[in-house]
């Protein structure tokens, strides 16, 4: 610590303080250091002496995590707890100091009325650039004061005074107190305020396993990153970078989980989309104020940008803690501000270590239904009635018109013409043509002729070569009204995917869209194309055969092959290759999921049952 930081901390001679943000794994990490980096004789605590013992049990039996509950009063509903919390800067002090073998002592006043105290500070992970003493001192003037005679007042006199004591025993006492009382026990330690005049109370105490269910709600960390700490701790590792490090570790694991149940999830959860997801996760973090994002919003962003199935296994990986029991103790089931005691039933709980002000959300996920309820489902279609999902039309015929105009113009722009400025720009200047002849210092315009003819097939091709085994649904969609296109596809089988009563999910590997539209006969069982050895030559061969405009647009992955190109010339037909990669990898994974309805009258209930991202 600098001179600097030391004369900020310091109350005395004797007596030096590091105030820290409870629930943060940062501050944890520089509670260590001010352990280690300097000779302490004895480590003071802001939680009450009566805690003591089964709070100094409960660290030593870590990494499981216990919860120390403390009856408030008379009152069977209402209880203070010490949360321990490897994480938890206070609980991580305790855990040093015991292991280095630094005296501890519990400073704080046991009250029966304990009120929790939060406020807003800003993100600790700002200390890998700040040091301690600059961010609390950036802070200071946000505190709230306490008000004369309250409870909070009562307590930072106690400690104050328990300091002076200390000081009588200990050369070198470090004084390790929540960022928010810091100031105010600095100030009643110096100018010596009065004892508060308190009886002792004497409440049971009693200590708890934390059921795992509930961790996320126990713990100030996520309960997988929280694990990552303890396991780094372990095996002696780094973990100063655990904080961002620990996300993209999250990350990773949940999607090898979702690809483990899920193979067809791989192609929306890549390093693309991925990176684009960081990107996004960053931002809206920025935006909140916010250096590093919380569970919320993680799964929030997975929820938009990877779907529902995505966001639920992030949320199930994140709440995992490998060490903490499942069986054994007793537990305590634990929620926001409240808990399941094994006796008592529930209670009203208030956090002797509470952190930054937390703020509960609603965030609606649509989990998998179960595979019970998939086979009934399964059991009662009805295999002569099906239709689509009418907002999944809109959004797949409106992607078809955007590829038609970029056709359009690709045909266009092949047969511009190019000729030197003379007396008017025409269609516009010819950036390329007028680079090329800059050393003439002359101008190149460009005109497009008139359209001629149109275009009113579009063939998209999703996975080449496509694996018959894994695209064995094959048929043809007419139009319901005249806004739609005639539609040929070849797609996964819907019945392998069932969501909903009569609702079912299928993939497009690929299709095309015939506009105007009108009836043709089925091309999967149709003679003339049994010549096609591949499903992308079929559907290429039936899309030539019935298209009445000589260009027809190709959307895929990889350039025409060969064989798509003498089938084009054997029809009379000139591809226009549009790359697949040019439209974005979230909007092609959104359009080839599609769902497929057993009747029109499941259409009344199927959007409680059809996510929004897939």
Same mark, same amino acid.
């Not at 509930?214 to 700490?229: D, G, K, N």
């Not at 239709?387 to 105009?405: A, G, L």
């Not at 798509?564 to 290759?577: E, F, M, N, T």
């Given at each position: 610590?600098?001179?600097a930081?030391?004369?900020?901390?310091?109350?005395?001679?004797?007596?030096?303080?590091?105030? +820290?943000?409870?629930?943060?794994?940062?501050?944890?990490?520089?509670?260590?250091?001010?352990?280690l980096?300097?000779?302490?004789?004895?480590?003071?605590?802001?939680?009450p002496?009566?805690?003591?013992?089964?709070?100094?049990?409960?660290?030593?039996?870590?990494?499981?995590?216990?919860?120390?509950?403390?009856?408030?009063g008379?009152?069977?509903e209402?209880?203070?707890?010490?949360p321990?919390?490897?994480?938890?800067?206070?609980?991580n002090?305790?855990?040093?100091?015991?292991?280095?073998?630094?005296? +501890?002592?519990?400073?704080?006043?046991?009250?029966?009325?304990?009120?929790?105290?939060?406020?807003?500070?800003?993100?600790?992970?700002?200390?890998?650039?700040?040091?301690? $003493?600059?961010l609390a001192?950036?802070?200071?003037?946000?505190?709230?004061?306490?008000?004369?005679?309250?409870?909070?007042?009562?307590?930072?006199?106690?400690?104050?005074f328990?300091?002076?004591?200390?000081?009588?025993?200990?050369?070198?006492?470090?004084?390790?107190v929540?960022?928010?009382?810091?100031?105010?026990?600095?100030?009643?330690?110096? @100018?010596r305020?009065?004892?508060?005049?308190?009886?002792?109370? *004497?409440?049971?105490v009693?200590?708890?396993?934390?059921?795992k269910?509930?961790?996320?709600? *126990?713990?100030?960390?996520?309960?997988?990153?929280?694990?990552?700490?303890?396991?780094?701790?372990?095996?002696?590792?780094?973990?100063?970078?655990?904080?961002?490090?620990?996300?993209?570790?999250?990350? %990773?694991?949940?999607?090898?989980?979702?690809?483990?149940?899920?193979?067809?999830?791989?192609?929306?959860?890549? +390093?693309?989309? %991925?990176r684009?997801?960081?990107?996004?996760?960053r931002?809206l973090?920025?935006?909140?104020?916010?250096?590093?994002?919380?569970?919320?919003?993680?799964?929030?962003?997975?929820?938009q940008?990877?779907?529902?199935?995505?966001?639920?296994a992030?949320?199930?990986?994140?709440?995992?803690?490998?060490?903490?029991?499942?069986?054994? $103790?007793?537990?305590?089931?634990?929620?926001?501000?409240?808990?399941?005691?094994?006796?008592?039933?529930?209670?009203?709980? $208030?956090?002797?270590l509470?952190g930054?002000?937390? $703020?509960?959300?609603?965030?609606?996920?649509?989990?998998?239904?179960?595979?019970?309820?998939?086979?009934?489902?399964? @059991?009662?279609?009805?295999?002569?009635?099906?239709?689509s999902?009418?907002?999944?039309?809109?959004?797949?015929?409106?992607?078809?018109?955007?590829?038609?105009?970029?056709?359009?113009?690709?045909?266009?722009?092949?047969?511009?013409?190019?000729?030197?400025?003379?007396?008017?720009?025409?269609?516009?200047?010819?950036?390329?043509?007028?680079?090329?002849?800059?050393?003439?210092?002359e101008?190149? +315009?460009?005109?497009?002729?008139?359209?001629?003819?149109?275009?009113?097939?579009?063939?998209?091709?999703?996975?080449?070569?496509?694996?018959?085994?894994?695209?064995?649904?094959?048929?043809?969609?007419?139009?319901?009204?005249?806004?739609?296109?005639?539609?040929?596809?070849?797609?996964?089988?819907?019945?392998?995917?069932?969501?909903?009563?009569?609702?079912a999910?299928?993939?497009?590997?690929?299709?095309?869209?015939?506009?105007?539209?009108?009836?043709?006969?089925?091309?999967?069982?149709?003679?003339?194309?049994?010549?096609?050895t591949?499903?992308?030559?079929?559907?290429?061969?039936?899309?030539?055969?019935?298209s009445?405009?000589?260009h027809?647009?190709?959307?895929?992955?990889?350039?025409?092959?060969?064989?798509w190109?003498?089938?084009?010339?054997?029809?009379?037909?000139?591809?226009?290759?549009?790359?697949?990669?040019r439209?974005?990898?979230?909007?092609?994974?959104?359009?080839?999921?599609?769902h497929v309805?057993?009747?029109?009258?499941?259409?009344?209930?199927?959007?409680?049952f059809?996510?929004?991202?897939?």
């Amino acid at each position: 610590m600098s001179e600097a930081g030391d004369a900020v901390f310091r109350f005395s001679g004797r007596i030096r303080s590091f105030p +820290v943000v409870n629930g943060s794994a940062d501050y944890g990490l520089a509670v260590r250091d001010a352990l280690l980096g300097d000779r302490v004789d004895c480590l003071a605590i802001p939680l009450p002496a009566a805690l003591q013992a089964e709070v100094e049990e409960a660290v030593d039996a870590l990494p499981e995590i216990r919860c120390v509950l403390q009856r408030q009063g008379d009152d069977d509903e209402a209880a203070a707890y010490v949360p321990i919390d490897p994480c938890q800067p206070i609980i991580n002090a305790i855990r040093i100091a015991r292991q280095e073998r630094i005296p +501890v002592r519990f400073i704080d006043l046991e009250v029966a009325d304990y009120r929790e105290e939060c406020a807003l500070f800003p993100d600790p992970y700002a200390l890998r650039v700040l040091s301690p $003493e600059k961010l609390a001192v950036a802070v200071l003037a946000a505190l709230p004061m306490p008000d004369p005679d309250d409870q909070r007042d009562r307590r930072v006199r106690h400690m104050a005074f328990e300091l002076h004591k200390l000081e009588l025993d200990f050369e070198r006492v470090l004084f390790v107190v929540s960022l928010l009382d810091w100031p105010f026990v600095r100030d009643a330690y110096r @100018r010596r305020a009065p004892y508060p005049e308190t009886p002792t109370r *004497f409440a049971p105490v009693e200590t708890f396993l934390v059921e795992k269910k509930t961790l996320a709600f *126990f713990l100030a960390e996520i309960p997988w990153i929280t694990w990552l700490y303890e396991r780094q701790r372990r095996e002696l590792g780094e973990d100063r970078s655990l904080g961002v490090d620990g996300i993209k570790a999250l990350l %990773l694991e949940t999607r090898d989980r979702l690809l483990a149940r899920k193979k067809s999830a791989r192609r929306r959860v890549n +390093v693309k989309t %991925l990176r684009l997801y960081l990107q996004y996760v960053r931002n809206l973090a920025l935006i909140r104020h916010r250096l590093r994002p919380d569970l919320f919003l993680l799964v929030e962003a997975a929820k938009q940008v990877f779907g529902d199935d995505f966001a639920i296994a992030l949320l199930e990986t994140a709440r995992e803690y490998p060490p903490q029991p499942e069986t054994g $103790e007793l537990f305590l089931r634990f929620a926001p501000h409240r808990a399941e005691h094994p006796e008592r039933g529930p209670i009203e709980v $208030e956090n002797l270590l509470p952190g930054d002000a937390l $703020e509960w959300r609603p965030l609606d996920l649509r989990p998998e239904p179960e595979e019970r309820e998939k086979q009934n489902w399964s @059991r009662v279609w009805n295999p002569y009635e099906q239709c689509s999902w009418p907002p999944e039309d809109t959004r797949i015929e409106s992607f078809n018109r955007h590829v038609r105009e970029q056709a359009k113009n690709l045909i266009a722009n092949d047969l511009a013409k190019v000729e030197k400025f003379s007396a008017s720009v025409k269609d516009g200047i010819d950036v390329r043509e007028t680079l090329r002849n800059w050393h003439s210092r002359e101008i190149w +315009v460009r005109e497009l002729p008139p359209a001629r003819g149109s275009l009113d097939t579009v063939v998209f091709l999703f996975d080449v070569p496509a694996d018959p085994d894994d695209y064995p649904w094959r048929t043809t969609w007419f139009a319901e009204h005249e806004e739609e296109s005639t539609l040929v596809f070849f797609a996964s089988d819907f019945g392998d995917d069932m969501i909903g009563p009569g609702i079912a999910r299928a993939r497009y590997g690929g299709a095309f869209f015939l506009f105007p539209p009108r009836p043709i006969r089925d091309i999967w069982t149709d003679p003339r194309f049994a010549d096609c050895t591949t499903l992308e030559e079929r559907l290429l061969a039936g899309a030539f055969y019935h298209s009445d405009e000589r260009h027809v647009a190709i959307v895929s992955p990889v350039p025409p092959r060969a064989s798509w190109r003498r089938l084009a010339r054997r029809h009379g037909k000139v591809l226009v290759h549009l790359p697949l990669g040019r439209f974005s990898t979230s909007t092609i994974e959104r359009l080839r999921t599609f769902h497929v309805l057993n009747g029109r009258e499941v259409r009344s209930f199927a959007s409680r049952f059809i996510r929004g991202v897939e």
